[in-house]
C-alpha cells in the first residue's frame, strides 16, 4: 500500500511555470513503483502527461507535453516532481500522481492522489 499527496497546483499566466510535488507514504519502499502524473480536464478523460521508472533512468512523455515538462524523483524524500515550463491554457486540469508500472497506460497504475488543480489564463 501507498498514499500519495500531491502538492503545487495553483493560478499561473500562459507561459509561466509550476512545480507539482506528489509525496509518497506507506509500507513499499518508494524504489517498489513507476510513477506517473496524469491530468483531467472537465468534461475530458483522463489522460497520461509523464511517468518515470523506478530507478529514475527512464522517462516517457505525451507528445502534448514533451520539451515543456520534466518529471522526476527524490528516493530520500520517496517524492516525485513535475515541473511545468511554458504552460498553456490546454494544460488546465486537475493534475493526479501515481505509483504502479512503468506505463502510458492508466490502467497499470494502483495507487492514485487525490489531485492538484492548475489554472492556466491566457
Known amino acids: 500500500q501507498v498514499q500519495l499527496v500531491e502538492s503545487g497546483g495553483g493560478l499561473v499566466q500562459a507561459g509561466g511555470s509550476l512545480r507539482l510535488s506528489c509525496a509518497a507514504s506507506?509500507?513499499?519502499?518508494?524504489?517498489?513503483?513507476?510513477m506517473a502524473w496524469f491530468r483531467q480536464a472537465p468534461g475530458k478523460e483522463r489522460e497520461f502527461v509523464a511517468t518515470?521508472?523506478?530507478?529514475?533512468?527512464?522517462?516517457l512523455y505525451a507528445d502534448s507535453v514533451k520539451g515543456r515538462f520534466t518529471i522526476s524523483r527524490d528516493s530520500a524524500k520517496k517524492t516525485v516532481y513535475l515541473q511545468m515550463d511554458s504552460l498553456k491554457p490546454e494544460d488546465m486540469a486537475v493534475y493526479y500522481c501515481?505509483?504502479?508500472?512503468?506505463?502510458?497506460?492508466?490502467?497499470?497504475?494502483?495507487?492514485w492522489g487525490q489531485g492538484t488543480q492548475v489554472t492556466v489564463s491566457s
Open positions: 518515470i521508472s523506478r530507478s529514475g533512468g527512464s522517462s
Open positions: 501515481a505509483a504502479g508500472s512503468y506505463s502510458e497506460s492508466y490502467g497499470d497504475y494502483d495507487y
Open positions: 506507506g509500507r513499499n519502499p518508494f524504489s517498489t513503483y513507476a
